[in-house]
């Protein structure tokens, strides 16, 4: 998966914005929002690795089944995993993991923001 189907693939989910939040600390960080809350992040001008929200519950297990699946720079380490881009992850297993990602968010939205999602 290349930066720009990374890109595509994010923005085109429901409710989903993008920006550039960080622009003193980490001006070259593209995050990607729904309801106002982060789901996935990278750094454009390296797309060495992408971060994104996981459950929990398998967070050590994907760790220990894959090489390129490491600790967060700056989230929390319970609930995110940065995720190397050097080929290793099928692009199919990003796909899902960006959806997981993005599904976590919205259970957690409000209701009304959920429903609005659902177009």
Known sequence: MNIEEY???CIK???VTESFPFPKNLPNVLVFKVGGKMFTATDVSTYAS???KCNP???DDLRAKY???TLPGYMNKNHWNRIV???S???SLLYKWIDESYNLVVAKLPKRVR???EI
């Open 67 to 69: 090489p390129a699946v």
């Open 13 to 15: 989910k429901s409710g």
């Open 57 to 59: 519950n398998t967070i």
């Open 89 to 91: 992850i099928p692009d």
């Open 115 to 117: 429903l609005e999602l």
């Open 7 to 9: 890109r595509n693939y």
């Open 50 to 52: 992408i971060s994104l």
């Open 85 to 87: 881009m050097d080929n």
